[in-house]
DNA sequence: ATATATTCGTACCACTAGGTACGATAAATT
DNA sequence: AATTTATCGTACCTAGTGGTACGAATATAT
Protein backbone atom coordinates (compact mmCIF):
# COMPACT_ATOMS: atom_id res chain seq x y z
CA UNK A 1 0.00 0.00 0.00
CA UNK A 2 1.96 3.30 -1.08
CA UNK A 3 -0.08 5.18 0.84
CA UNK A 4 -2.66 8.26 -0.57
CA UNK A 5 0.40 8.72 -2.94
CA UNK A 6 -0.74 12.55 -3.24
CA UNK A 7 -3.04 12.85 -6.71
CA UNK A 8 -3.19 16.16 -6.18
CA UNK A 9 -5.18 16.88 -9.65
CA UNK A 10 -6.51 20.61 -10.42
CA UNK A 11 -9.73 21.30 -9.93
CA UNK A 12 -11.71 21.91 -6.72
CA UNK A 13 -11.26 19.41 -4.54
CA UNK A 14 -14.08 17.18 -3.63
CA UNK A 15 -15.69 16.89 -0.58
CA UNK A 16 -17.90 14.11 -0.79
CA UNK A 17 -16.99 11.32 1.56
CA UNK A 18 -17.82 8.34 -0.37
CA UNK A 19 -17.28 5.21 2.08
CA UNK A 20 -19.85 7.73 4.29
CA UNK A 21 -22.51 7.44 1.39
CA UNK A 22 -22.31 4.37 0.85
CA UNK A 23 -22.42 3.17 4.90
CA UNK A 24 -25.40 5.53 5.39
CA UNK A 25 -27.12 4.30 1.78
CA UNK A 26 -26.19 0.46 3.18
CA UNK A 27 -28.24 0.56 6.25
CA UNK A 28 -30.94 2.73 5.23
CA UNK A 29 -31.78 0.15 2.21
CA UNK A 30 -30.92 -2.69 4.96
CA UNK A 31 -33.78 -1.51 7.59
CA UNK A 32 -36.30 0.28 5.38
CA UNK A 33 -35.87 -1.97 2.61
CA UNK A 34 -34.68 -0.68 -0.89
CA UNK A 35 -38.34 0.32 -1.88
CA UNK A 36 -38.17 2.19 1.15
CA UNK A 37 -35.57 4.66 0.52
CA UNK A 38 -35.36 7.49 -2.14
CA UNK A 39 -31.97 9.04 -3.46
CA UNK A 40 -33.93 12.52 -2.21
CA UNK A 41 -33.60 10.73 1.23
CA UNK A 42 -30.89 9.78 0.98
CA UNK A 43 -28.91 13.05 0.09
CA UNK A 44 -30.70 14.44 2.95
CA UNK A 45 -29.56 12.24 5.80
CA UNK A 46 -25.92 12.13 4.08
CA UNK A 47 -26.01 16.06 3.53
CA UNK A 48 -24.96 16.12 -0.27
CA UNK A 49 -26.63 17.41 -3.17
CA UNK A 50 -27.86 14.93 -5.78
CA UNK A 51 -25.73 16.38 -8.15
CA UNK A 52 -22.94 14.85 -6.31
CA UNK A 53 -24.64 11.47 -5.65
CA UNK A 54 -25.32 10.89 -9.07
CA UNK A 55 -21.75 11.70 -10.20
CA UNK A 56 -19.87 9.47 -7.37
CA UNK A 57 -22.21 6.46 -8.70
CA UNK A 58 -23.80 7.13 -11.92
CA UNK A 59 -27.36 6.74 -10.65
CA UNK A 60 -29.51 4.95 -7.70
CA UNK A 61 -28.18 2.00 -9.11
CA UNK A 62 -24.95 2.41 -8.92
CA UNK A 63 -25.38 3.32 -5.27
CA UNK A 64 -27.48 0.36 -4.43
CA UNK A 65 -24.95 -1.74 -5.79
CA UNK A 66 -21.85 0.19 -4.29
CA UNK A 67 -24.20 -0.86 -0.96
CA UNK A 68 -24.30 -4.32 -1.64
CA UNK A 69 -20.89 -4.90 -2.03
CA UNK A 70 -20.20 -3.01 1.26
CA UNK A 71 -22.79 -5.57 2.81
CA UNK A 72 -21.55 -8.36 1.22
CA UNK A 73 -17.59 -7.31 2.59
CA UNK A 74 -18.74 -6.66 6.20
CA UNK A 75 -21.77 -9.15 6.77
CA UNK A 76 -22.51 -11.80 4.45
CA UNK A 77 -18.61 -12.62 4.49
CA UNK A 78 -19.13 -13.92 7.85
CA UNK A 79 -21.38 -16.66 6.65
CA UNK A 80 -18.76 -18.78 4.89
CA UNK A 81 -16.27 -18.06 8.22
CA UNK A 82 -19.18 -19.95 9.77
CA UNK A 83 -19.30 -22.48 7.35
CA UNK A 84 -15.85 -23.47 7.04
CA UNK A 85 -14.89 -22.48 10.50
CA UNK A 86 -14.13 -25.56 13.56
CA UNK A 87 -16.54 -28.12 14.88
CA UNK A 88 -18.48 -30.76 14.13
CA UNK A 89 -21.34 -30.56 11.15
CA UNK A 90 -24.00 -30.20 14.05
CA UNK A 91 -21.82 -27.70 15.62
CA UNK A 92 -21.42 -25.53 12.78
CA UNK A 93 -25.11 -25.93 12.04
CA UNK A 94 -25.97 -24.83 14.93
CA UNK A 95 -23.71 -21.74 14.56
CA UNK A 96 -25.71 -21.01 11.12
CA UNK A 97 -29.15 -21.84 13.05
CA UNK A 98 -27.79 -18.87 16.01
CA UNK A 99 -26.22 -16.72 13.59
CA UNK A 100 -29.56 -16.02 11.30
CA UNK A 101 -32.15 -16.35 13.83
CA UNK A 102 -30.52 -15.03 17.17
CA UNK A 103 -27.80 -12.61 16.09
CA UNK A 104 -28.67 -9.32 16.48
CA UNK A 105 -27.13 -7.76 12.93
CA UNK A 106 -30.28 -9.35 11.15
CA UNK A 107 -32.48 -7.53 14.09
CA UNK A 108 -33.84 -5.90 10.89
CA UNK A 109 -33.46 -8.94 8.33
CA UNK A 110 -30.70 -8.93 5.50
CA UNK A 111 -30.24 -6.29 3.27
CA UNK A 112 -29.28 -8.68 0.13
CA UNK A 113 -32.63 -11.36 0.81
CA UNK A 114 -34.21 -7.56 0.53
CA UNK A 115 -32.84 -7.02 -2.62
CA UNK A 116 -33.52 -10.69 -3.97
CA UNK A 117 -37.08 -10.37 -3.08
CA UNK A 118 -37.15 -7.10 -5.37
CA UNK A 119 -35.33 -8.28 -7.71
CA UNK A 120 -37.52 -7.25 -10.69
CA UNK A 121 -37.27 -3.53 -8.72
CA UNK A 122 -33.62 -2.92 -8.56
CA UNK A 123 -31.45 -1.49 -11.50
CA UNK A 124 -29.15 -3.84 -14.07
CA UNK A 125 -26.00 -3.43 -11.71
CA UNK A 126 -27.67 -4.33 -8.32
CA UNK A 127 -29.40 -7.10 -9.60
CA UNK A 128 -26.63 -8.67 -10.79
CA UNK A 129 -24.49 -8.66 -7.77
CA UNK A 130 -27.82 -10.07 -6.10
CA UNK A 131 -27.74 -13.15 -8.52
CA UNK A 132 -23.71 -13.77 -8.02
CA UNK A 133 -24.25 -13.22 -4.89
CA UNK A 134 -26.83 -16.04 -4.61
CA UNK A 135 -24.71 -18.19 -7.08
CA UNK A 136 -21.46 -17.91 -4.42
CA UNK A 137 -23.69 -18.62 -1.51
CA UNK A 138 -25.48 -21.79 -2.91
CA UNK A 139 -22.09 -22.96 -4.21
CA UNK A 140 -21.28 -22.55 -0.36
CA UNK A 141 -23.61 -24.17 0.66
CA UNK A 142 -23.04 -26.80 -1.14
CA UNK A 143 -19.56 -27.29 -0.47
CA UNK A 144 -20.38 -27.42 3.00
CA UNK A 145 -22.62 -30.40 2.69
CA UNK A 146 -20.63 -32.22 0.24
CA UNK A 147 -17.93 -32.33 2.87
CA UNK A 148 -20.24 -32.68 5.66
CA UNK A 149 -21.79 -35.97 3.32
CA UNK A 150 -17.74 -36.85 2.70
CA UNK A 151 -16.64 -37.15 5.92
CA UNK A 152 -19.56 -39.21 7.08
CA UNK A 153 -21.36 -36.38 9.58
CA UNK A 154 -24.27 -36.16 7.23
CA UNK A 155 -25.93 -39.79 5.68
CA UNK A 156 -29.40 -40.14 4.10
CA UNK A 157 -30.64 -39.97 0.19
CA UNK A 158 -30.96 -36.09 -0.16
CA UNK A 159 -28.76 -35.03 -3.06
CA UNK A 160 -26.34 -32.14 -2.21
CA UNK A 161 -27.65 -29.88 -4.44
CA UNK A 162 -31.41 -30.32 -2.37
CA UNK A 163 -29.62 -29.59 0.48
CA UNK A 164 -28.14 -26.70 -0.66
CA UNK A 165 -31.34 -25.07 -2.06
CA UNK A 166 -32.72 -26.26 1.14
CA UNK A 167 -30.34 -24.36 3.25
CA UNK A 168 -30.69 -21.02 1.08
CA UNK A 169 -34.42 -21.35 1.25
CA UNK A 170 -34.70 -22.13 5.44
CA UNK A 171 -32.21 -19.36 6.10
CA UNK A 172 -34.09 -16.96 3.90
CA UNK A 173 -37.02 -17.81 5.79
CA UNK A 174 -35.63 -17.10 9.33
CA UNK A 175 -34.10 -13.78 7.76
CA UNK A 176 -37.42 -12.67 6.11
CA UNK A 177 -39.38 -13.22 9.49
CA UNK A 178 -36.58 -11.34 11.74
CA UNK A 179 -37.64 -8.43 9.13
CA UNK A 180 -40.78 -8.86 9.88
CA UNK A 181 -40.63 -8.47 13.18
CA UNK A 182 -41.17 -12.06 14.78
CA UNK A 183 -39.58 -13.04 17.87
CA UNK A 184 -36.37 -14.10 18.11
CA UNK A 185 -37.51 -17.27 19.98
CA UNK A 186 -40.42 -18.24 17.31
CA UNK A 187 -37.88 -17.75 14.81
CA UNK A 188 -34.91 -20.12 16.42
CA UNK A 189 -37.58 -22.70 17.31
CA UNK A 190 -39.07 -22.98 13.54
CA UNK A 191 -35.50 -22.79 12.19
CA UNK A 192 -34.04 -25.92 14.55
CA UNK A 193 -37.15 -27.78 13.32
CA UNK A 194 -36.09 -27.35 9.20
CA UNK A 195 -32.69 -28.05 9.82
CA UNK A 196 -33.73 -31.20 11.96
CA UNK A 197 -34.11 -32.88 8.45
CA UNK A 198 -30.31 -32.73 8.61
CA UNK A 199 -29.54 -34.65 12.01
CA UNK A 200 -33.20 -36.42 12.91
CA UNK A 201 -32.63 -39.54 11.20
CA UNK A 202 -29.35 -40.90 12.15
CA UNK A 203 -29.73 -39.87 16.16
CA UNK A 204 -32.59 -41.53 16.75
CA UNK B 1 -83.23 -14.95 -2.49
CA UNK B 2 -85.82 -12.05 -3.57
CA UNK B 3 -83.96 -11.59 -6.87
CA UNK B 4 -83.17 -8.39 -8.01
CA UNK B 5 -86.59 -6.82 -6.36
CA UNK B 6 -86.17 -3.72 -8.07
CA UNK B 7 -84.30 -0.86 -6.11
CA UNK B 8 -84.93 1.70 -8.84
CA UNK B 9 -84.23 4.62 -7.72
CA UNK B 10 -83.89 7.95 -9.11
CA UNK B 11 -80.66 9.33 -10.64
CA UNK B 12 -78.56 7.95 -13.49
CA UNK B 13 -78.01 4.27 -13.73
CA UNK B 14 -74.74 3.47 -13.00
CA UNK B 15 -72.85 1.22 -15.08
CA UNK B 16 -70.31 0.35 -13.59
CA UNK B 17 -69.25 -3.28 -12.88
CA UNK B 18 -68.21 -3.70 -9.36
CA UNK B 19 -67.87 -7.46 -9.42
CA UNK B 20 -65.44 -7.05 -12.80
CA UNK B 21 -63.41 -4.22 -11.75
CA UNK B 22 -63.04 -6.39 -7.91
CA UNK B 23 -62.07 -9.40 -10.01
CA UNK B 24 -59.44 -7.29 -12.26
CA UNK B 25 -58.23 -5.88 -9.61
CA UNK B 26 -57.64 -9.14 -7.90
CA UNK B 27 -55.93 -10.68 -10.58
CA UNK B 28 -53.54 -7.46 -11.29
CA UNK B 29 -52.74 -7.47 -7.57
CA UNK B 30 -51.88 -11.03 -7.50
CA UNK B 31 -49.74 -11.27 -10.73
CA UNK B 32 -47.69 -8.27 -10.65
CA UNK B 33 -47.46 -7.71 -6.62
CA UNK B 34 -49.75 -4.40 -4.68
CA UNK B 35 -46.47 -2.40 -5.19
CA UNK B 36 -46.94 -3.44 -9.43
CA UNK B 37 -50.27 -1.92 -9.51
CA UNK B 38 -51.75 1.55 -9.83
CA UNK B 39 -54.99 3.08 -9.64
CA UNK B 40 -54.62 4.62 -13.01
CA UNK B 41 -53.67 1.72 -14.15
CA UNK B 42 -56.47 -0.63 -12.61
CA UNK B 43 -58.77 2.22 -14.40
CA UNK B 44 -56.98 1.74 -17.96
CA UNK B 45 -57.41 -1.77 -17.29
CA UNK B 46 -61.07 -1.85 -16.91
CA UNK B 47 -61.68 1.16 -19.16
CA UNK B 48 -63.66 3.24 -16.61
CA UNK B 49 -62.68 6.89 -14.76
CA UNK B 50 -60.59 7.57 -11.43
CA UNK B 51 -63.48 9.18 -9.58
CA UNK B 52 -66.00 6.02 -10.25
CA UNK B 53 -63.49 3.75 -8.56
CA UNK B 54 -63.38 6.19 -5.48
CA UNK B 55 -67.22 6.80 -5.53
CA UNK B 56 -67.46 2.73 -5.16
CA UNK B 57 -64.42 1.75 -3.23
CA UNK B 58 -63.31 4.97 -1.08
CA UNK B 59 -59.71 4.74 -2.17
CA UNK B 60 -56.99 2.35 -3.35
CA UNK B 61 -57.48 0.96 0.13
CA UNK B 62 -61.05 -0.12 -0.58
CA UNK B 63 -60.32 -1.52 -3.57
CA UNK B 64 -57.33 -3.91 -2.35
CA UNK B 65 -59.47 -4.83 0.71
CA UNK B 66 -61.69 -6.17 -1.96
CA UNK B 67 -59.55 -7.93 -4.06
CA UNK B 68 -58.17 -9.88 -1.04
CA UNK B 69 -61.82 -10.54 -0.03
CA UNK B 70 -62.56 -12.33 -3.54
CA UNK B 71 -59.26 -14.10 -3.54
CA UNK B 72 -59.89 -15.80 -0.05
CA UNK B 73 -63.37 -16.52 -1.18
CA UNK B 74 -61.66 -18.33 -4.59
CA UNK B 75 -58.60 -19.45 -3.79
CA UNK B 76 -58.13 -19.22 -0.17
CA UNK B 77 -61.19 -21.32 1.02
CA UNK B 78 -59.81 -24.46 -0.64
CA UNK B 79 -57.16 -24.97 2.06
CA UNK B 80 -59.49 -25.45 4.60
CA UNK B 81 -61.29 -27.69 2.36
CA UNK B 82 -57.52 -29.64 1.79
CA UNK B 83 -57.63 -29.39 6.06
CA UNK B 84 -60.59 -30.75 6.33
CA UNK B 85 -60.80 -33.29 3.49
CA UNK B 86 -60.84 -36.77 3.42
CA UNK B 87 -57.69 -39.29 4.06
CA UNK B 88 -55.13 -39.67 6.58
CA UNK B 89 -52.96 -36.68 7.76
CA UNK B 90 -50.17 -38.08 5.48
CA UNK B 91 -52.31 -38.25 2.34
CA UNK B 92 -53.47 -34.46 3.83
CA UNK B 93 -49.99 -32.83 4.36
CA UNK B 94 -49.59 -34.68 0.42
CA UNK B 95 -52.61 -32.72 -0.61
CA UNK B 96 -51.44 -29.64 0.13
CA UNK B 97 -47.80 -29.81 -0.65
CA UNK B 98 -49.41 -30.71 -4.13
CA UNK B 99 -51.33 -27.67 -3.64
CA UNK B 100 -49.36 -25.15 -2.90
CA UNK B 101 -46.10 -26.39 -4.37
CA UNK B 102 -47.71 -27.56 -8.44
CA UNK B 103 -51.42 -26.52 -8.64
CA UNK B 104 -51.30 -23.60 -11.36
CA UNK B 105 -53.25 -21.49 -9.65
CA UNK B 106 -50.35 -20.28 -8.06
CA UNK B 107 -47.93 -19.81 -10.88
CA UNK B 108 -48.21 -16.16 -9.63
CA UNK B 109 -47.59 -16.91 -6.56
CA UNK B 110 -50.64 -15.99 -3.69
CA UNK B 111 -51.99 -12.46 -3.36
CA UNK B 112 -52.10 -12.88 0.66
CA UNK B 113 -48.79 -13.67 0.94
CA UNK B 114 -47.69 -10.97 -1.59
CA UNK B 115 -49.92 -8.30 0.63
CA UNK B 116 -48.71 -9.64 4.09
CA UNK B 117 -45.02 -9.39 2.87
CA UNK B 118 -46.05 -5.89 1.97
CA UNK B 119 -48.00 -5.10 4.80
CA UNK B 120 -46.59 -1.71 5.90
CA UNK B 121 -47.30 -0.38 2.48
CA UNK B 122 -51.17 -1.59 2.43
CA UNK B 123 -53.77 0.58 3.74
CA UNK B 124 -55.12 0.10 7.36
CA UNK B 125 -58.29 -2.00 5.77
CA UNK B 126 -56.24 -3.99 3.90
CA UNK B 127 -53.92 -4.86 6.50
CA UNK B 128 -56.36 -5.48 8.90
CA UNK B 129 -58.05 -8.20 7.09
CA UNK B 130 -54.60 -9.31 6.05
CA UNK B 131 -54.04 -10.26 9.53
CA UNK B 132 -57.39 -11.52 9.53
CA UNK B 133 -56.21 -13.82 7.44
CA UNK B 134 -53.40 -14.82 9.00
CA UNK B 135 -54.84 -15.56 12.56
CA UNK B 136 -57.52 -17.83 10.96
CA UNK B 137 -54.79 -19.61 8.74
CA UNK B 138 -53.18 -20.66 11.87
CA UNK B 139 -55.86 -21.68 13.55
CA UNK B 140 -57.27 -23.77 10.85
CA UNK B 141 -53.42 -25.14 10.74
CA UNK B 142 -53.45 -26.07 14.44
CA UNK B 143 -56.62 -27.43 14.29
CA UNK B 144 -55.27 -29.91 11.46
CA UNK B 145 -52.44 -31.10 13.56
CA UNK B 146 -54.12 -31.35 16.61
CA UNK B 147 -56.35 -33.78 15.29
CA UNK B 148 -53.82 -35.76 13.80
CA UNK B 149 -51.93 -35.67 17.40
CA UNK B 150 -55.26 -36.50 18.68
CA UNK B 151 -55.75 -39.48 16.37
CA UNK B 152 -52.19 -40.70 17.03
CA UNK B 153 -51.06 -39.60 13.25
CA UNK B 154 -48.44 -37.61 14.77
CA UNK B 155 -46.46 -38.33 17.42
CA UNK B 156 -43.31 -36.57 19.11
CA UNK B 157 -42.52 -33.75 21.27
CA UNK B 158 -43.09 -30.53 18.74
CA UNK B 159 -45.81 -28.67 20.41
CA UNK B 160 -48.81 -28.03 18.11
CA UNK B 161 -48.40 -24.14 17.95
CA UNK B 162 -45.08 -24.70 16.43
CA UNK B 163 -46.18 -26.80 14.02
CA UNK B 164 -48.79 -24.79 12.89
CA UNK B 165 -46.33 -21.90 12.56
CA UNK B 166 -44.06 -24.07 10.81
CA UNK B 167 -46.89 -24.93 8.18
CA UNK B 168 -47.64 -21.22 7.86
CA UNK B 169 -44.29 -20.39 7.08
CA UNK B 170 -43.19 -23.36 4.39
CA UNK B 171 -46.27 -22.94 2.45
CA UNK B 172 -45.54 -19.33 2.30
CA UNK B 173 -41.97 -20.43 1.55
CA UNK B 174 -43.15 -22.31 -1.33
CA UNK B 175 -45.17 -19.55 -2.77
CA UNK B 176 -42.87 -17.47 -2.62
CA UNK B 177 -40.65 -19.37 -4.26
CA UNK B 178 -43.50 -19.92 -7.08
CA UNK B 179 -43.70 -16.15 -7.39
CA UNK B 180 -40.01 -16.03 -7.63
CA UNK B 181 -40.25 -17.93 -10.53
CA UNK B 182 -38.60 -21.07 -9.31
CA UNK B 183 -39.23 -24.96 -11.09
CA UNK B 184 -42.16 -26.31 -9.65
CA UNK B 185 -39.91 -29.32 -9.28
CA UNK B 186 -37.70 -27.49 -6.84
CA UNK B 187 -40.49 -26.12 -4.95
CA UNK B 188 -41.81 -29.57 -4.31
CA UNK B 189 -39.08 -31.21 -3.32
CA UNK B 190 -37.77 -28.80 -1.05
CA UNK B 191 -41.35 -28.75 0.55
CA UNK B 192 -41.52 -32.08 0.58
CA UNK B 193 -38.13 -32.26 2.42
CA UNK B 194 -39.48 -29.77 5.23
CA UNK B 195 -42.85 -31.42 5.62
CA UNK B 196 -40.92 -34.56 6.16
CA UNK B 197 -40.42 -33.60 10.00
CA UNK B 198 -44.03 -34.72 10.33
CA UNK B 199 -43.70 -37.87 9.34
CA UNK B 200 -40.46 -39.12 9.57
CA UNK B 201 -39.61 -39.44 13.05
CA UNK B 202 -42.44 -42.63 13.03
CA UNK B 203 -42.13 -44.17 9.71
CA UNK B 204 -38.16 -44.97 9.63
C1' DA C 1 -91.78 20.36 -19.15
C1' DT C 2 -89.42 21.04 -14.94
C1' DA C 3 -87.13 19.76 -10.89
C1' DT C 4 -84.55 16.43 -8.36
C1' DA C 5 -81.42 12.75 -7.60
C1' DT C 6 -77.58 9.97 -8.85
C1' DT C 7 -73.64 8.52 -11.62
C1' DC C 8 -70.64 9.80 -15.20
C1' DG C 9 -65.79 11.31 -16.72
C1' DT C 10 -62.61 15.51 -17.88
C1' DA C 11 -59.36 18.01 -15.95
C1' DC C 12 -57.15 19.19 -12.41
C1' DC C 13 -54.62 19.08 -7.40
C1' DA C 14 -50.33 18.34 -4.38
C1' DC C 15 -46.68 15.38 -3.89
C1' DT C 16 -42.76 12.39 -4.84
C1' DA C 17 -39.91 9.72 -7.82
C1' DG C 18 -35.31 9.54 -10.46
C1' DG C 19 -32.50 12.55 -13.08
C1' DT C 20 -30.03 16.89 -15.08
C1' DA C 21 -28.60 22.01 -16.88
C1' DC C 22 -25.96 25.28 -15.35
C1' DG C 23 -23.69 28.83 -12.87
C1' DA C 24 -20.93 29.31 -8.54
C1' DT C 25 -16.76 27.76 -6.11
C1' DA C 26 -12.03 26.36 -5.16
C1' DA C 27 -8.01 24.33 -6.18
C1' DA C 28 -3.54 23.85 -9.57
C1' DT C 29 -1.28 25.70 -13.70
C1' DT C 30 0.34 29.35 -16.50
C1' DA D 1 -3.38 37.93 -12.00
C1' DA D 2 -5.52 35.04 -15.42
C1' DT D 3 -6.69 30.55 -17.02
C1' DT D 4 -7.85 25.92 -16.64
C1' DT D 5 -9.86 22.06 -14.38
C1' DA D 6 -12.93 19.67 -11.43
C1' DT D 7 -16.39 19.51 -7.94
C1' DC D 8 -20.02 22.01 -5.72
C1' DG D 9 -25.28 22.71 -5.05
C1' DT D 10 -29.65 25.50 -6.57
C1' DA D 11 -33.28 25.00 -9.33
C1' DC D 12 -35.37 22.79 -12.51
C1' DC D 13 -37.28 18.72 -15.64
C1' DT D 14 -40.56 14.76 -16.84
C1' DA D 15 -43.26 11.08 -15.34
C1' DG D 16 -46.28 8.98 -12.29
C1' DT D 17 -48.58 8.58 -7.67
C1' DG D 18 -53.18 8.73 -4.92
C1' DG D 19 -57.01 11.73 -4.77
C1' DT D 20 -60.81 15.37 -5.96
C1' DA D 21 -63.83 19.65 -7.90
C1' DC D 22 -67.11 20.13 -10.85
C1' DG D 23 -70.06 20.26 -14.72
C1' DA D 24 -72.23 17.03 -18.13
C1' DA D 25 -75.27 13.05 -18.55
C1' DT D 26 -79.36 10.24 -17.49
C1' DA D 27 -82.65 8.43 -14.91
C1' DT D 28 -87.28 9.16 -11.85
C1' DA D 29 -90.71 12.27 -9.56
C1' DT D 30 -93.52 16.23 -9.79
Not at 88 to 113: I, K, N, Q, Y
Not at 143 to 161: E, N, T, Y
Request: one cysteine or more; hydrophobic letters at 50%; glycine letters at 8%.
Amino acid sequence: MQDDEAPRRRGRPKSLDRERLVDIAMRAYWEAGPQGVSVNALCQMAGISKPSLYREFGGEDGLMRAALEAYAASVLDRVVGLLDGPGSFAERLDAMASFFAEDPVFAHGCLFTKLRAAKPLAGDDTRALVVAIEADTRAAFAAFLQSARDGGDWAGCVPVALGARYLDAQFGLALASRAAGVPVAEVRAVLDLALSVFVARAAS
